[in-house]
């Protein structure tokens, strides 16, 4: 199935979703800085190998002055929204209005009160919404799920997660600090892949404790949150992200009653991807343990979007989609009232 792919927002995200569309797909680039999407388009065109004088013009991505122009074009048929959280929830609801399938950058917006509409919309019309919660598509996790989707876990119990990094100089005064445009801090930023792992291993999330805080950085937004989420049958998520971790972190730890999984590492600068089981034996004692390491680059990127393009064949809703967004932001929402981030 082809689908032409128009991006919206060529900074560093938008630039690894071109990298992981098949070749021919991109068809129009936009961002608010023009030079930006014109590179974007001029680096898609020479990798595809359909750069000026190497061939036909067909599917030469081009560079768009409006991104509202992106989304009008006839041969555009699914638009990624790649943009910081302020504008996601506009440009997506103004592809659906264009009649546009979207893929857009987890969280999908500011907060609830904006991502409704788009629910209502995207059904409305029939069209299909995926969530980029990538992390879903690294290896070791897709390897975790295949091992508790065969029961060698047995009946889960509870959810250990681990998520940081350590910032950079002038932290405070990118974006991300600005809750007018960021919507949070790292609780929405960070936080909402281990809220999302945590609900798709062990189901919907109905009880919420925890706190968010701002312990280092000198901006308005938090920098460590810490969640006790649990489900109705009482499994239990233990969850703390942190932009004061200082040294790049990623762990999971899924506990069964037959034993352990243990995800470390996201690759780059988080460490080689790993996962081990540690398989209770009957005479409980030492575990047996195996192991994998995955230290080939991300190709979450691709095997999400070649999902995306899937459930659009089949007509199937995505999983994560924006229903599974709204249930990450309620999470969010509820840490942030309680901690005087929201009135």
Not at 79 to 100: C, F, H
Not at 155 to 176: A, T
Not at 257 to 285: C, N, Q
Request: proline content about 6%; overall charge negative; charged content about 25%.
């Amino acid at each position: 199935m082809s689908l032409g792919v128009a991006i919206v927002g060529c900074g560093l995200i938008g630039r690894k979703r071109a990298a992981a569309l098949p070749d021919g797909r991109l068809v129009a680039c936009a961002d608010l800085v023009v030079e930006r999407a014109e590179a974007l388009a001029r680096d898609a065109a020479r990798a595809a190998g359909t750069e000026p004088g190497a061939g036909p013009t067909l599917h030469r991505p081009v560079a768009v002055p409006r991104w509202q122009d992106a989304l009008t074009r006839p041969d555009v048929d699914l638009v990624i929204v790649a943009t910081t959280n302020e504008s996601l929830a506009e440009v997506t609801q103004a592809a659906l209005d264009a009649g546009k399938h979207v893929l857009v950058e987890k969280p999908a917006a500011r907060n609830v009160a904006e991502i409704e509409p788009l629910i209502a919309a995207a059904r409305a019309r029939g069209l299909r919404v995926r969530v980029g919660f990538n992390h879903r598509y690294h290896p070791a996790l897709q390897k975790a799920r295949e091992i508790v989707a065969s029961g060698e876990l047995g009946p889960l119990m509870f959810i250990r997660g681990r998520y940081g990094h350590g910032g950079r100089v002038g932290y405070e005064k990118e974006w991300r600090a600005n809750p007018a445009r960021s919507g949070g801090g790292e609780l929405i930023d960070q936080g909402v892949h281990l809220i999302d792992l945590a609900a798709w291993f062990l189901g919907p999330l109905t009880s919420v404790e925890g706190f968010a805080a701002t312990y280092f950085w000198d901006m308005p937004v938090d920098d460590n949150a810490f969640l006790t989420l649990r489900t109705a049958g009482g499994q239990c998520a233990f969850l703390h992200v942190s932009c004061s971790e200082w040294k790049n972190l990623f762990s999971l730890e899924i506990y069964g009653r037959a034993g352990k999984l243990d995800i470390f590492g996201l690759g780059g600068s988080y460490g080689v991807e790993r996962i081990t089981f540690y398989k209770m034996l009957p005479e409980m004692g030492p575990p047996e343990t195996v192991s994998w390491e995955f230290p080939r680059g991300d190709q979450s990127w691709a095997l999400e979007f070649a999902d995306f393009v899937e459930d659009i064949r089949q007509g199937r809703e995505p999983d994560p989609g924006l229903n599974e967004a709204r249930a990450a932001l309620d999470v969010v929402e509820t840490v942030y009232r309680r901690s005087g981030y929201l009135s």
